[in-house]
């Protein structure tokens, strides 16, 4: 059995609620899905997943949130080469322009799922797309 971590940092739960959806999902397809807070996460664990599933909010101006999340994405992009992955978040204001941002500093890694963002907290349909994420890494 596969075993993925759903990674997330979420200030007021929209993020997370969509962590729980990916894990779900991942459930569902017969993966070992494990969530994990950003500051529980480090490049220290990543061979012991087959696939992560990063989630974080966009902040100030569309920014990944810059005191747990950034740095420990900072910490672990470097070894995310050939590594199966996907990324997701929820946003307040903007275009999504932070989640753009962050697929371009994924480029060594195999996004296995285009990236879901919603605005605010997540709807029915955000959260069959999380479900959907979270079996693709399957």
């Avoid at 997943?49 to 949130?65: N, Q, R, T």
């Avoid at 204001?93 to 941002?101: N, Y």
């Avoid at 697929?103 to 999380?130: F, G, K, Q």
Wanted: glycine content about 10%.
């Amino acid at each position: 059995m596969a075993k993925i971590a759903v990674v997330y940092w979420s200030g007021t739960g929209n993020t997370e609620a969509m962590a729980n959806a990916v894990a779900e999902g991942a459930a569902n397809a017969g993966l070992e899905a494990e969530l994990l807070t950003a500051d529980s996460f480090g490049p220290e664990k990543l061979d012991a997943y087959d696939a992560i599933a990063f989630g974080c909010p966009a902040m100030g101006s569309e920014v990944l949130e810059e005191d747990v999340f950034e740095p420990m994405f900072s910490a672990v992009e470097g070894s995310l080469g050939g590594k199966k992955i996907a990324l997701f978040g929820s946003y307040g204001w903007g275009d999504g322009e932070w989640m753009r941002s962050w697929e371009e500093r994924c480029t060594a890694a195999i996004l296995t799922h285009e990236s879901v963002i919603c605005m605010n907290e997540p709807d029915d349909d955000a959260l069959a797309a999380c479900k959907e994420l979270g079996a693709s890494l399957a």
